[in-house]
């Protein structure tokens, strides 16, 4: 039997919350000199056949809203919640109430930071974290969601 993996037309989700807006100017010690606007153009020439967006709020409720819109219709998200990983309680919540698998992400290893970055409270409801490569955190993601 041949088999191929056909991505065509797969619409996948990036989703950033809190202050990730800055990412290539805030604590590039951790987070890296590259801003999501160039990584994302990356991303696009690594999967040109998936149909990939990017959204960004700094606003708890946004992220929700976002996750609601594309949730039932979209084959996957990719979703760094930054600090709202650690407290919100709703994402948990918005995550399982959809039927999009998400991934969690995270730029840096979470693990080897201040201990109340050691919890998550979304982990449980998404299919799988992958976090402490960098950028690279997200292509990682996105190979695990064409996978699934
Ligand atoms: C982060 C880790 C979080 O603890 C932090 O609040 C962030 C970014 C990461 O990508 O490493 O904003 O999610």
């Not at 890296?32 to 709020?57: H, I, W």
């Not at 929700?64 to 994402?91: C, P, Q, R």
Request: glycine share 8%; proline share 3%; with cysteine.
């Amino acid at each position: 039997m041949i088999s191929f993996m056909d991505n065509n037309n797969k619409r996948v989700l990036i989703l950033n919350g809190p202050n990730l807006n800055l990412l290539g100017k805030r604590e590039p010690g951790i987070y890296g000199n590259n801003s999501m606007e160039s990584y994302f153009a990356t991303l696009q020439e690594r999967f040109p056949d998936v149909s990939l967006e990017y959204y960004q709020s700094n606003v708890e409720g946004e992220l929700i809203n976002k996750l609601h819109e594309v949730g039932f219709t979209y084959d996957g998200v990719v979703l760094n919640a930054g600090a709202y990983t650690h407290t919100s309680v709703a994402i948990h919540d918005a995550i399982k109430a959809i039927s999009t698998p998400v991934v969690e992400v995270h730029i840096s290893n979470v693990y080897q930071r201040e201990t109340y970055r050691h919890t998550s409270l979304i982990t449980g409801a998404c299919v799988g974290v992958i976090g402490g490569f960098g950028m690279d955190s997200y292509r990682l993601a996105i190979e695990a969601l064409l996978q699934l």
